[in-house]
Each structure stands twice: as structure tokens, then as C-alpha cells.
């Protein structure tokens, strides 16, 4: 530990343990047992009494710091016929600051995977950057800098805070999303996807700033609608945008939450996101007055085994049809009569089964779940029949129920004569095996939106070409480098428009002039597949070698806030299942434990009168109740998440600095258990009394090793019976503790410390 370097090693023969592999130095106190040396040491190898002995903390985690930091973060040939772990907490936004959220979770991964360690597995903990975002740049705007210039900064500095913590990270496995030879890769994935039918564009409602002429994300916008930068009342505008088939995969996905350990609540959360996966889309071509427009709509069917049943499609009022840049528009538009069931003059054939539908523009303005279009089906939906009576609508049923219950399925070509159950899978696996549809999913859960209109971000490799019409960048010209922008103002549709040497190129199939996608990608794609990429970061020609995937994967225990517990576990999630299903990987499920940390909560005082937050230093705790300082008027204390808008912040630095890395590290362990959140209140004794803990240890072990003096040679013959039946509870207690340990190591993890922190 810091001001009392102490490492227990257990004994392999006697408490089923193992040494943590370290080079002992040659001041480390040594006593043996069954062979294995038990050490304890100070910066100059005399062990005293006294915890605070001759041993300023400061000089104690200097000396031991670039040591132990040198034994644990340098890793060697990958040996496949050795144990592995792979412990995985999630990589940070480079802000440029730690605060103690950092601090805990990566305390957390440090301390379970010097568990490990010890345990004679192989280990990997790496660490890197989430750096591209919206964060950046605006930050960039705001200073008149680059983003790239204001992200590789903050970096460098929060590296160098991290170290100054301790942690055990695998930094020869670092990785930054910014950078070409991760976003080369990140781009290549997203060909694949396209090759393989799981990426499209169509229309979608955006947030649009009318004075800054930008997209805005949902968080950009404020409550009262208004953007946060600019003021403007923000317009919902439709634009053209990238999407992944997220619902290609629903169904299996949801499947195999059987499989996957309980992940503190999450799993319910992650199957309430992708809802019952008990229908499907099909794909159907427009047509107007007969003629085909070339458009493709998919629409929901609750009842897929029903398909040849259908009598029409109905469509919301707010859907795109009627108000993007479709080519039915008009004849939508000029049909519809807001409050009514309106029959129009476009039509829909049936991709699968060729049949022809008549499009209907709903009354209603919300339609079950999250869907925009559904298929009518009178056999298995009264509303549907009633309403296709009343609009004249043909239709044929399809169900037939015989003598003993049984329902099968009638008037439905080759699928006739089968039970229902059959004809739903029969028909939704040729459906996929078509590529016009039929992959369950749920009425709940849409296709991921992935284009943003910003120039910090990876680019998205497609070029439109007005002969070949879209087409996708080739492996061999990947990546398409972020160009550099002198004259950043964040205006405009996209801030990758205004470079033009960059937008225009030549298209690679008929050589012909065209240009560039501008887009680029939401910054959690990048996120979605990182952990792949930690197992071979330094691969220049794949994103990862199969092999090495195949024996890190899947990531042992995943940390990380619970705030992410939803979409960016459902995205990795998606990019594992696709991967899987290429090929690339053997294991479907990227993350066999889940640990979902709890938030370091500081107290806010705020005035009641104007909701404004005060710091510190404007407040008053000597009274029974916290007052302002100037005015005397009492405060609202609350309890919240740790932000420096809201003043209740703690700097690790300073708590490093007065308390020293292992007191600060321990504080954060004996808290709470992981997964609840932490009350920071400085005015409590938690802290000294981590202190006296530390004390305890040192004493105890001083004590151990007075016992066990070279010139005192312990002889069992000289216990009585008293004395022998007491060693026995010790030693019979000692195994239990042990395995206790080893086998939830992340719920004991103060004790583990003891052994495994460095400093």
C-alpha cells in the first residue's frame, strides 16, 4: 500500500493461492512458508512498528510508483494454452480533467485485474479514447482551434493524470477513435454492413437551428425547444440519413439475454429496448396511378403468417411520405384530410408475396409502439377489417380453425395447408432468404440513426455518383482521411461540404465526377466495436485477427456507468451479433459480466428563490442548516451527481495530493458495495478512518514479522493442545477468506487490495 508498501502472497500448498509473478526487490522483508515468501516492505527495507515510521507517503509512492507500473503494464507474447482475463471498464470522452467517477470505476479494474493476475491468468486492461464528438467540437468553435488540436491535448493530460492515480493499464493496447488507423477500420465495418443489406438512407426528422443553419442532437436542444448555442426555436426538418438495420437482429439478440449471466437489472433493460420480437417487416414498392416510383417502403406486420391476408397499408400523418422529398407526396397530400381515414392514389406491391395494397393515410396520430406504418390484416385484426369494410377494401382470409382447435393457414400459394406456427416461420424465413424482409423484431424498436451533420467524426465512406448512384468507398481506399479544416465555424449543413477539393472526386466504379458523403458518424458507432480492437490494436491489416479475438473474447467483466446500460450495450452488442454472423468471430455475445457502477453523488446547495447553484465558498454550514453567506436565506441541499456547473465537485488530484493514492483508492473500495452510489461528504470520518485500517494491517503484519525473525525457528511441538486447536480455526478460516476472494473478487475487493495495489 502507499504509506506502508504491503504484499501477502499466499501460499499455493496451504491456502490455495499464487504469488502476483513480481520481481522481489532486494528490500523486501522475507518469511517462508511451504516455500513461498510472504513479503513486506518500506522505500528502505527496514519494517517499523509504527505505520507513519520513518516512511512519508509521498516518497514511499514515488519510489514504488514507475516499479510496479513497469511489472503490470508491459504484456508479453499471448500464451493460448494459459488461463486469460479480460477486464474492460469504459473508455472516457478526453474532457481534459478526471473527476472521481474516472477515478472509481478505473480503481475498480485496476483492482480486479491485479486480482487476476495474482491468480496466474492472462491479463488485459486496456485503456483509450472516445475523442470524437460534439464536445469537441464546439470547444474547438468557442477557442478558434482544431478539434483534433484541442482532443490530442486533453489526452496527453488525462494520461498523465491517470498515471500520477496508479493504474495498472495495458498501455501498449491504447487506442484513440480520432485517429486514421482506428477510424480505417471503423469505416470498413460500415462497408461490410452496406455489402451485406444492414445499411440504408432514407428521410428523417432532424433538429434544425435555423441561425446557425446546423443539425442539432436531442441533448443541443432545450426544454423549451430552443438551441442552446444560438437561442433559435429549433425546426423539425427532414434531411437524408444513414441508418444500420439494428432490427435485423432484434430477435436474436434478444434470444440470448437467456444465455448471459444477471447483470444488476440490466438485461430487463436491454429486453424492454428491444421489446417482443413477435413480428416483421416487408418491403413494398410504390406505385402511383400504376406506375412505379422506384420507392421502397417496409411496413410492420403484426401476424407475418398472415401476409397474403393483408388489405392495405395505413401510414401516419407525420410520416415522411407526406412531408419529405418522396416522389408520392403529392398525391398523399392531395388526398389527405386530417381526423380521417383517407384512401389514396398510391399503392404498394408486396415484394415477397407481389400482391398490390392501397396506401391509407390514418386518423390516427400514433400508431402501437414506435411504428409509422403498419399492414392492415382483417383475419387477425378486427380494427383492420372495420376498416377496410368501410373504405371498400378487398381482402381474403387466411386463417381456417378445424374441429379440434387447430388454425391453419388457407389462401396463402405455397403456404397453404400449414398450421400457423409453421406458416410463420416458413414464411418469415423465406422472406429473409429473399432479402425483402421478414427478421422479427418488435413494434418498438427502430433502425439506428447513425448520420450527424458535423466534421468531428469519423467520415462516411460513400461517394454519389449520378451515373452508378451510391456507392461505397473500396477496401483498398479506406480510410477516407478527416480533411483538415482551416476556417472552422460549424455553419452549414455539414462543415465537410465547405471543403471542396475534398467533396469532389471521381467515382470508383465509372471514373466519372462525384462526391463525397459529408456525413459522418454518431460517436457511438466508434464505441461499439472497441473492445475488438483492444485484443489487436496494432493490426494494419484487418481490424483484428480472428484468432486473438477468439481467445480474448468475450470480455470476462465489463465496467462501466448505468447510464449507458441501454443504447451503447445494445450497440456493441449489435456490431458482436454482426461480426459473428460474418464470420470474423466465434463468440456472438461481447460481454460475459456486466458490473454496473453507482455514481459519486456531492452535495449542491442551491438558492430557492432562483434555482441558481452556489459554490462552497458562498456557504454557510456552521449553523444547524446551511445558509448563504451574504444574505442569510436558507438552501435546498440535494445530493447529485458530481459537476463542476453545480459546484460539488472533488479533484482527485487534491485528494491524492493530501491523502495519498492508496487511501484515496481504498476510500472508493470500502464506500459501497460497486454498484450503488456514493455519498461524498468530506465532513465525515470515512477517510481517516480508511487511515487507521491501513494501521491496523501494518501492525499486524509487523507483528508476523517480529514472530518470524531468521533466529526464531517456529517449532510446532511447542503448541498445546489450546494453542494447536486455535491454529486450526486461523488456518481453517484463512482457506475460507481465500476462496471467498477468488470467488467474488469484485464484492471483496478492499481485501484484495491488501495484496494487489502498487503503491
Not at 507500473?69 to 482475463?85: A, L, N, W
Given at each position: 500500500?502507499?504509506?506502508?508498501i504491503?504484499?501477502?502472497?499466499?501460499?499455493?500448498?496451504?491456502?490455495?493461492?499464487?504469488?502476483?509473478?513480481?520481481?522481489?526487490?532486494k528490500?523486501?522483508?522475507?518469511?517462508?512458508?511451504?516455500?513461498?515468501?510472504?513479503?513486506?516492505?518500506?522505500?528502505?527495507?527496514?519494517?517499523?512498528?509504527?505505520?507513519?515510521?520513518?516512511?512519508?507517503?509521498?516518497?514511499?509512492?514515488?519510489?514504488?510508483?514507475?516499479?510496479?507500473?513497469?511489472?503490470?503494464?508491459?504484456?508479453?507474447?499471448v500464451?493460448?494454452?494459459?488461463?486469460?482475463?479480460?477486464?474492460?471498464?469504459?473508455?472516457?470522452?478526453?474532457s481534459?480533467?478526471?473527476?472521481m467517477?474516472?477515478?472509481?470505476?478505473?480503481?475498480?479494474?485496476?483492482?480486479?485485474?491485479?486480482f487476476?493476475?495474482?491468480?496466474?491468468?492472462?491479463?488485459?486492461?486496456p485503456?483509450?479514447?472516445?475523442?470524437f464528438?460534439?464536445?469537441?467540437?464546439?470547444?474547438?468553435?468557442?477557442?478558434?482551434?482544431?478539434?483534433?488540436?484541442?482532443?490530442?491535448?486533453n489526452?496527453?493530460?488525462?494520461?498523465?493524470?491517470?498515471?500520477?492515480?496508479?493504474?495498472?493499464?495495458?498501455?501498449d493496447?491504447?487506442?484513440?477513435?480520432?485517429?486514421?488507423?482506428?477510424?480505417?477500420?471503423?469505416?470498413?465495418l460500415?462497408?461490410?454492413?452496406?455489402?451485406?443489406?444492414?445499411v440504408?438512407?432514407?428521410?428523417?426528422?432532424?433538429?434544425?437551428?435555423?441561425?446557425?443553419?446546423?443539425?442539432?442532437?436531442?441533448?443541443?436542444?432545450?426544454?423549451?425547444?430552443?438551441?442552446?448555442?444560438?437561442?433559435?426555436?429549433?425546426?423539425?426538418?427532414y434531411?437524408?440519413?444513414?441508418?444500420f438495420?439494428?432490427?435485423?437482429?432484434?430477435?436474436?439478440?434478444?434470444?440470448?439475454?437467456?444465455?448471459?449471466?444477471?447483470?444488476?437489472?440490466?438485461?430487463?433493460?436491454q429486453?424492454?429496448?428491444?421489446?417482443?420480437?413477435?413480428?416483421?417487416?416487408?418491403?413494398?414498392?410504390?406505385?402511383?396511378?400504376?406506375?412505379?416510383?422506384?420507392?421502397?417502403?417496409?411496413?410492420?406486420?403484426f401476424?407475418?403468417?398472415?401476409?397474403?391476408?393483408?388489405?392495405?397499408?395505413?401510414?401516419?400523418?407525420?410520416?415522411?411520405?407526406?412531408?419529405?422529398?418522396?416522389?408520392?407526396?403529392?398525391?398523399?397530400?392531395?388526398?389527405?384530410?386530417a381526423?380521417?381515414?383517407?384512401?389514396?392514389?398510391?399503392?404498394?406491391?408486396?415484394?415477397?408475396?407481389?400482391?398490390?395494397?392501397?396506401?391509407?393515410?390514418?386518423?390516427?396520430?400514433?400508431?402501437?409502439?414506435?411504428?409509422d406504418?403498419?399492414?392492415?390484416?382483417?383475419?387477425?385484426n378486427?380494427?383492420?377489417?372495420?376498416?377496410?369494410?368501410?373504405?371498400?377494401?378487398?381482402y381474403?382470409?387466411?386463417?381456417?380453425?378445424?374441429?379440434?382447435?387447430?388454425?391453419?393457414?388457407?389462401?396463402?400459394?405455397?403456404?397453404?395447408?400449414?398450421?400457423?406456427?409453421?406458416?410463420?416461420?416458413a414464411?418469415?424465413?423465406?422472406?429473409?432468404?429473399?432479402?425483402?424482409?421478414?427478421?422479427?423484431?418488435?413494434?418498438?424498436?427502430?433502425?439506428?440513426?447513425?448520420?450527424?451533420?458535423?466534421?468531428?467524426?469519423?467520415?462516411?465512406?460513400?461517394?454519389?455518383?449520378?451515373?452508378?448512384?451510391?456507392?461505397?468507398v473500396?477496401?483498398?481506399d479506406?480510410?477516407?482521411?478527416?480533411?483538415?479544416?482551416?476556417?472552422?465555424?460549424?455553419?452549414?449543413?455539414?462543415?465537410?461540404?465547405?471543403?471542396?477539393?475534398?467533396?469532389?472526386?471521381?467515382?470508383?466504379?465509372?471514373?466519372g465526377?462525384?462526391?463525397?458523403?459529408?456525413?459522418?458518424?454518431?460517436?457511438?458507432?466508434?464505441?461499439?466495436?472497441?473492445?475488438?480492437?483492444?485484443?489487436d490494436?496494432?493490426?494494419?491489416?484487418?481490424p483484428?485477427?480472428?484468432?486473438?479475438?477468439?481467445?480474448?473474447?468475450?470480455?470476462?467483466?465489463?465496467?462501466?456507468?448505468?447510464?449507458?446500460?441501454?443504447?451503447?450495450?445494445?450497440?456493441?452488442?449489435f456490431?458482436?451479433?454482426?461480426?459473428?454472423?460474418?464470420?470474423?468471430?466465434?463468440?456472438?455475445?461481447?460481454?460475459?459480466?456486466l458490473?454496473?457502477?453507482?455514481?459519486?453523488?456531492?452535495?449542491?446547495?442551491?438558492?430557492?428563490?432562483?434555482?441558481?447553484?452556489?459554490?462552497?465558498?458562498?456557504?454557510?454550514?456552521s449553523?444547524?442548516?446551511?445558509?448563504?453567506?451574504?444574505?442569510?436565506?436558507?438552501?435546498?441541499?440535494?445530493?447529485?451527481?458530481?459537476?463542476?456547473?453545480?459546484?460539488?465537485?472533488?479533484?482527485?488530484?487534491?485528494?491524492?495530493?493530501?491523502?495519498?493514492?492508496?487511501?484515496?483508492?481504498?476510500?472508493?473500495?470500502?464506500?459501497?458495495?460497486p454498484?450503488?452510489?456514493?455519498?461524498?461528504?468530506?465532513?465525515?470520518?470515512?477517510?481517516?478512518?480508511?487511515?487507521?485500517?491501513?494501521?491496523?494491517?501494518?501492525?499486524?503484519t509487523?507483528?508476523?514479522?517480529?514472530?518470524?525473525?531468521?533466529?526464531?525457528?517456529?517449532?510446532?511441538?511447542?503448541?498445546?493442545?489450546?494453542?494447536?486447536?486455535?491454529?486450526?480455526?486461523?488456518?481453517?478460516?484463512?482457506?475460507?477468506?481465500?476462496?471467498?476472494?477468488?470467488?467474488?473478487?469484485?464484492?471483496?475487493?478492499?481485501?484484495?487490495?491488501?495484496?494487489?495495489?502498487?503503491?
Amino acid at each position: 500500500m502507499g504509506p506502508a508498501i504491503l504484499s501477502l502472497g499466499f501460499c499455493s500448498s496451504c491456502l490455495r493461492g499464487r504469488l502476483n509473478g513480481l520481481a522481489w526487490p532486494k528490500n523486501w522483508q522475507r518469511v517462508t512458508c511451504h516455500g513461498i515468501t510472504r513479503t513486506i516492505c518500506s522505500e528502505t527495507g527496514t519494517v517499523g512498528k509504527s505505520f507513519w515510521s520513518g516512511n512519508p507517503k509521498k516518497r514511499v509512492e514515488r519510489f514504488w510508483h514507475h516499479r510496479i507500473k513497469d511489472q503490470y503494464t508491459k504484456i508479453s507474447e499471448v500464451d493460448k494454452t494459459k488461463p486469460k482475463f479480460y477486464v474492460l471498464s469504459m473508455f472516457p470522452y478526453p474532457s481534459g480533467k478526471l473527476h472521481m467517477g474516472h477515478v472509481r470505476v478505473y480503481t475498480l479494474s485496476d483492482t480486479v485485474a491485479r486480482f487476476q493476475k495474482m491468480r496466474g491468468m492472462q491479463v488485459i486492461n486496456p485503456m483509450g479514447w472516445d475523442a470524437f464528438g460534439l464536445p469537441a467540437e464546439n470547444a474547438a468553435i468557442e477557442r478558434g482551434l482544431s478539434p483534433d488540436t484541442w482532443t490530442q491535448s486533453n489526452i496527453e493530460h488525462m494520461r498523465q493524470q491517470l498515471e500520477k492515480i496508479g493504474l495498472s493499464f495495458s498501455w501498449d493496447r491504447e487506442i484513440t477513435t480520432c485517429s486514421a488507423d482506428y477510424y480505417k477500420w471503423t469505416q470498413y465495418l460500415f462497408v461490410k454492413m452496406y455489402e451485406a443489406g444492414l445499411v440504408y438512407q432514407k428521410e428523417a426528422l432532424v433538429n434544425w437551428d435555423p441561425m446557425d443553419k446546423t443539425v442539432l442532437a436531442n441533448e443541443q436542444v432545450d426544454e423549451q425547444g430552443c438551441s442552446w448555442r444560438s437561442g433559435a426555436k429549433v425546426e423539425q426538418k427532414y434531411l437524408k440519413q444513414w441508418f444500420f438495420k439494428t432490427t435485423v437482429f432484434a430477435k436474436t439478440m434478444q434470444d440470448a439475454l437467456a444465455d448471459l449471466p444477471e447483470w444488476y437489472g440490466v438485461k430487463s433493460m436491454q429486453a424492454n429496448w428491444i421489446g417482443d420480437c413477435t413480428g416483421c417487416f416487408f418491403d413494398f414498392m410504390l406505385k402511383v396511378d400504376n406506375v412505379k416510383t422506384g420507392e421502397i417502403i417496409p411496413s410492420y406486420a403484426f401476424n407475418p403468417e398472415a401476409i397474403y391476408g393483408a388489405s392495405h397499408i395505413a401510414i401516419l400523418p407525420s410520416h415522411r411520405l407526406l412531408h419529405g422529398g418522396s416522389s408520392v407526396r403529392g398525391a398523399l397530400q392531395e388526398s389527405f384530410t386530417a381526423g380521417k381515414d383517407c384512401l389514396t392514389r398510391v399503392s404498394a406491391i408486396n415484394v415477397f408475396t407481389k400482391q398490390e395494397l392501397p396506401l391509407i393515410i390514418s386518423e390516427k396520430n400514433e400508431f402501437e409502439g414506435y411504428l409509422d406504418s403498419k399492414i392492415g390484416i382483417p383475419s387477425t385484426n378486427l380494427e383492420d377489417g372495420l376498416l377496410a369494410d368501410k373504405l371498400g377494401l378487398t381482402y381474403t382470409r387466411v386463417i381456417e380453425t378445424l374441429s379440434d382447435g387447430t388454425e391453419r393457414i388457407i389462401n396463402s400459394a405455397r403456404f397453404t395447408g400449414l398450421r400457423r406456427d409453421e406458416a410463420f416461420c416458413a414464411i418469415t424465413q423465406q422472406a429473409q432468404d429473399e432479402g425483402v424482409g421478414g427478421h422479427l423484431t418488435s413494434d418498438k424498436l427502430r433502425d439506428w440513426l447513425i448520420s450527424r451533420q458535423r466534421y468531428w467524426g469519423t467520415p462516411i465512406p460513400i461517394i454519389h455518383c449520378k451515373s452508378c448512384g451510391t456507392v461505397p468507398v473500396p477496401y483498398e481506399d479506406l480510410p477516407v482521411l478527416l480533411p483538415k479544416v482551416t476556417s472552422f465555424t460549424g455553419k452549414g449543413s455539414s462543415p465537410l461540404s465547405a471543403v471542396t477539393d475534398w467533396v469532389n472526386c471521381k467515382c470508383p466504379r465509372c471514373a466519372g465526377n462525384a462526391v463525397r458523403e459529408t456525413d459522418t458518424m454518431d460517436t457511438f458507432v466508434d464505441s461499439a466495436w472497441y473492445y475488438f480492437r483492444y485484443t489487436d490494436p496494432h493490426n494494419s491489416d484487418r481490424p483484428f485477427d480472428k484468432s486473438l479475438a477468439d481467445f480474448w473474447m468475450p470480455v470476462d467483466l465489463y465496467i462501466g456507468g448505468k447510464e449507458h446500460a441501454v443504447m451503447h450495450l445494445y450497440y456493441a452488442r449489435f456490431f458482436s451479433h454482426f461480426c459473428q454472423s460474418q464470420g470474423m468471430v466465434k463468440h456472438r455475445e461481447p460481454f460475459k459480466k456486466l458490473l454496473v457502477q453507482g455514481l459519486i453523488k456531492g452535495q449542491t446547495f442551491t438558492l430557492a428563490s432562483s434555482g441558481r447553484y452556489l459554490k462552497r465558498n458562498e456557504v454557510d454550514l456552521s449553523g444547524a442548516e446551511p445558509v448563504h453567506a451574504d444574505t442569510g436565506e436558507k438552501l435546498q441541499v440535494i445530493w447529485e451527481k458530481m459537476s463542476k456547473s453545480k459546484h460539488n465537485g472533488v479533484d482527485p488530484e487534491e485528494m491524492v495530493e493530501k491523502y495519498g493514492i492508496d487511501t484515496t483508492r481504498l476510500y472508493l473500495l470500502f464506500a459501497g458495495p460497486p454498484e450503488q452510489d456514493i455519498l461524498w461528504d468530506v465532513k465525515t470520518d470515512a477517510l481517516p478512518g480508511v487511515q487507521r485500517w491501513q494501521a491496523r494491517v501494518w501492525a499486524i503484519t509487523s507483528k508476523f514479522i517480529e514472530a518470524r525473525k531468521p533466529s526464531v525457528v517456529p517449532d510446532p511441538k511447542l503448541l498445546n493442545k489450546n494453542d494447536i486447536a486455535e491454529a486450526r480455526k486461523i488456518w481453517q478460516k484463512k482457506n475460507y477468506i481465500v476462496s471467498e476472494v477468488t470467488s467474488y473478487p469484485w464484492a471483496t475487493m478492499a481485501f484484495t487490495l491488501v495484496h494487489v495495489t502498487p503503491l
